[in-house]
């Protein structure tokens, strides 16, 4: 065990520091005294926290940080911090660790005895769950999916029984397929889209898995919270099959069109679809 009293010592600090996730306005005002006042700071890119850095007039030695130097730059940061230097890290946005780079250094200071404080601030999957109107806890956090479909299957199949409220972050050439995937392996469902979060197109989707996966134009940055598993709301395969079918009936396809639609929705034979519409449905 070790308990670590975070500000009654003399040892040197890594801060971690949350910056805004769209609106430069959502930072906060320890942020700022913290990025003035640490000797150095490392972010994901520097390209992009300079940006941050003038637009506060803040002016301060940066170097970078990211999954592809972590291992010598974490021994960079040990050595300064080892010189009795405050550290910074900022991500591109929002959290640090949340989905970004970080955790090696946080687990290399804790061991190496320094304080490691992480100030509160902006994140995306919580300030979209918040709004969501989607249940917030339980809640599980999950980050980004496998990119490759039959990856991304596969890891929705381990959280389709899970019964908390689910948060996926995405990158926007891959929604439209994790929508997909999402559906298919989980069913209809409550789900939500926080899409561009404190930006000036800043939009919430609210709908089900089955709407959301037939949205068109979907551009910028997306936070996805789907409700968790019901039992209560279980339907079998078959009757789902039935009533998907139906619905597109409902709305003006022919009976072969809705059998191919569903049967291309759920990647089986249209042979399969028509068998179990016929021996599943209500005249
Ligand atoms: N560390 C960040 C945080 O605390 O939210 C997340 C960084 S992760 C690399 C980037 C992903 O976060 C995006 O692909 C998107 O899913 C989500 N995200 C970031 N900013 C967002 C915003 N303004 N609106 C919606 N989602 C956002």
Request: proline content about 5%.
């Amino acid at each position: 065990m070790d308990r670590h009293s975070n500000y009654y010592n003399e040892l040197p600090t890594l801060y971690l520091i949350p910056t805004p996730i769209g609106n430069m306005e959502d930072i906060t005002i320890r942020a700022l005294s913290i990025l003035k006042k640490v000797d150095i700071l490392f972010a994901e890119d520097t390209r992009v926290s300079i940006k941050l850095l003038n637009y506060y007039n803040v002016q301060i030695p940066l170097k970078s940080y990211h999954e592809h130097n972590k291992a010598t730059q974490t021994d960079v940061i040990l050595s300064l911090l080892k010189e009795g230097k405050t550290v910074g890290l900022v991500s591109d946005a929002g959290m640090p660790l949340m989905s970004d780079p970080g955790f090696e250094i946080v687990q290399a200071s804790i061991e190496a005895g320094f304080n490691v404080v992480s100030l509160p601030g902006p994140n995306a999957a919580l300030t979209g769950l918040a709004m969501s109107g989607i249940k917030p806890h339980p809640f599980t956090f999950y980050g980004f999916l496998n990119p490759r479909s039959s990856k991304r299957q596969k890891e929705l199949e381990l959280l389709k029984t899970r019964t908390e409220t689910l948060l996926f972050y995405e990158a926007p050439h891959r929604i439209k397929d994790t929508l997909y995937d999402l559906y298919k392996v989980f069913g209809d469902r409550k789900a939500c889209i926080a899409r561009e979060i404190s930006k000036k197109f800043e939009e919430m989707i609210r709908g089900t898995l089955s709407e959301l996966k037939d949205l068109e134009e979907l551009p910028g940055e997306m936070v996805i919270i789907v409700s968790g598993y019901d039992s209560a709301l279980e339907v079998t395969e078959e009757v789902a099959i039935v009533s998907r079918v139906e619905a597109l009936i409902e709305e003006g396809l022919s009976k072969n069109e809705a059998f191919k639609k569903v049967a291309s929705e759920r990647g089986l034979a249209k042979s399969v679809i028509y068998k179990e519409y016929h021996e599943n449905h209500l005249d």
